[in-house]
């Protein structure tokens, strides 16, 4: 039997959650593929989805309370519509907690997206 592709197994999470979480994972998910079509989905720690482009753009955990989206270098970011709102205090990361019915603002989210994957574009080329 064939193991599942990560797509697959994201879309089993989202499935899996079956509430608001779920929702709000695939629309955010859904808006990670809008501003990044290459995109590569991940599965990775036992059950986390990742999207990369050279390198990690960000995480998409979900807990009781909160789905969190982790930009691994979100710090270096910059962040003008003020989306970041949680791990604000490292020198790297910076995350994005979604409450039950937070409405987020999908053009800032989409240039998030994009200026990470310009970060690790611009590592790689050194």
């Given at each position: 039997m064939d193991e599942p592709t990560p797509s697959q197994?994201?879309?089993q999470?989202?499935?899996e959650l079956g509430d608001w979480r779920g929702a709000v994972l695939a629309h955010m998910?859904?808006?990670?593929?809008q501003a990044l079509p290459d995109v590569v989905e991940m599965w990775k720690?036992?059950?986390?989805?990742?999207?990369?482009?050279d390198?990690?753009?960000c995480t998409g955990e979900s807990y009781k309370a909160v789905v969190k989206l982790t930009f691994a270098?979100?710090?270096?970011?910059?962040?003008?519509?003020?989306l970041?709102?949680?791990s604000l205090d490292g020198n790297v990361r910076r995350a994005i907690d979604l409450l039950e019915g937070a409405a987020v603002d999908e053009e800032a989210f989409k240039a998030?997206?994009?200026a990470a994957a310009a970060l690790n574009g611009a590592k790689k080329k050194r």
């Amino acid at each position: 039997m064939d193991e599942p592709t990560p797509s697959q197994l994201i879309d089993q999470r989202i499935a899996e959650l079956g509430d608001w979480r779920g929702a709000v994972l695939a629309h955010m998910r859904a808006l990670i593929h809008q501003a990044l079509p290459d995109v590569v989905e991940m599965w990775k720690w036992r059950g986390v989805p990742v999207w990369e482009r050279d390198g990690i753009l960000c995480t998409g955990e979900s807990y009781k309370a909160v789905v969190k989206l982790t930009f691994a270098k979100g710090a270096s970011l910059p962040d003008p519509a003020s989306l970041f709102n949680a791990s604000l205090d490292g020198n790297v990361r910076r995350a994005i907690d979604l409450l039950e019915g937070a409405a987020v603002d999908e053009e800032a989210f989409k240039a998030l997206i994009l200026a990470a994957a310009a970060l690790n574009g611009a590592k790689k080329k050194r």
